[in-house]
């Protein structure tokens, strides 16, 4: 079956950064679009970042635009979320899915705070 599990995240300062890593097993990776989700507490899950199968093609919310980066390592079955200058309204659980599937991880905390 699908497994999404998320590593990474951590308490930063705000302005510094975080490297988010989500391995994916039980389907074939490089045939799925991924996307990152993020959900702070009591407010609704929402899409942060999304890449092409290949890697091609990426885009991003208005709220990550410039601050941070979406990629992925199809041998590794590995998608990465590379954020900077991250602020306090950054604090979310994060999450990954692949778009041909409904499975999620359990996430993993991003907390910036000084």
């Known amino acids: 079956q699908v497994q999404l599990v998320e590593s990474g995240g951590g308490l930063v300062q705000p302005g510094g950064s975080l490297r988010l890593s989500c391995a994916a097993s039980?389907?074939?990776?490089?045939?799925?679009?991924m996307k990152w989700y993020r959900q702070a507490p009591g407010k609704e899950r929402e899409l942060v970042a999304s890449?092409?199968?290949?890697?091609?093609?990426?885009n991003y919310a208005d709220f990550v635009k410039g601050r941070f980066t979406i990629s992925r390592d199809n041998a590794k079955n590995t998608v990465y979320l590379q954020m900077n200058s991250l602020k306090p309204e950054d604090t979310a659980v994060y999450y990954c899915?692949?778009?041909?599937?409904?499975?999620w991880g359990q996430g993993t905390q991003v907390t910036v705070s000084s």
């Open positions: 039980g389907f074939t990776f490089s045939r799925s679009a």
């Open positions: 890449i092409s199968t290949g890697g091609g093609t990426v």
């Open positions: 899915k692949a778009s041909k599937f409904e499975s």
